[in-house]
């Protein structure tokens, strides 16, 4: 079965700190997408970042970063200068090449303080 | 401005009742998606819908129907025979089927749906 783990439910940052999100996965396909999603207090889903499995370089968007480990399984997520509006839930997801299925993980609720 | 409504927001049923979720979309996307959210879960699959008139079942269909008779819309019925419906839905849409990694969904701002 294809699953997602993320192990930390809670995590905690100082404005303007630096914040490491945990992702692994399971998979035996070789080609598929990663993501990771925000969900603000409002609750409205947004994409934040996205990695193709064949692509070695690590994606970034502006303040946000990945560290992807394909051997490991590993789609951490860095929140560079974290700012209050970071505050949310972070979804880690998966989906191998031409599926429809997006498979989520539980979820990591980040909270920025000042 | 392009994207997906969702309504009612919040939703209130009584034991029994059968309710139905809109969902619309004015994106032009192909496929739709619901999925529900309840805590410490993350997000899993009800139904998805590919093209008008066709739809496959996701994880935990059991007990929810839909229907897409248009491209636009793809509501969810929770039935009475979902044993536990009180949750948060979201709806969503991507631009192709097929290929949805490279396609990335768009969500609705979802609906929250309590059982007395």
């Known amino acids: 079965a294809q699953t997602v783990t993320q192990s930390q439910p809670e995590m905690s940052v100082q404005e303007a700190e630096t914040v490491t999100l945990s992702c692994t996965y399971d998979?035996?396909?070789?080609?598929?997408?990663l993501f990771w999603y925000k969900q603000p207090p409002s609750r409205q889903m947004i994409l934040v970042i996205r990695?193709?499995?064949?692509?070695?370089q690590n994606a970034t968007e502006n303040r946000f970063s990945v560290n992807f480990q394909k051997a490991a399984k590993s789609f951490s997520l860095k929140i560079s200068d974290s700012q209050l509006g970071d505050t949310a839930m972070y979804f880690c997801a998966f989906i191998p090449y031409n599926t429809d299925k997006l498979i989520f993980g539980t979820g990591t609720r980040l909270q920025v303080f000042p | 401005d392009g994207g997906i409504t969702q309504s009612p927001k919040y939703l209130f049923r009584k034991e029994g009742q059968n309710v139905t979720l809109s969902c619309e979309q004015n994106l032009n996307h192909d496929a739709m998606y619901w999925y529900r959210q309840d805590p410490g879960q993350g997000l899993r699959l009800i139904y998805y819908?590919?093209?008008?008139?066709?739809?496959q079942k996701g994880d935990i269909a059991e007990g929810y129907s839909v229907s897409r008779e248009k491209k636009e819309s793809f509501p969810l019925t929770v039935t009475s025979a979902q044993k536990n419906p009180t949750a948060f839905y979201l709806c969503?849409?991507?631009?192709?089927?097929?290929?949805?990694?490279?396609?990335?969904?768009?969500f609705g701002a979802g609906s929250r749906l309590t059982v007395l």
């Open positions: 819908s590919q093209i008008v008139n066709d739809f």
């Open positions: 990695q193709e499995a064949y692509k070695q």
């Open positions: 998979t035996s396909e070789n080609n598929y997408y």
């Open positions: 969503a849409s991507s631009r192709q089927p097929g290929n949805s990694g490279a396609n990335v969904l768009t």
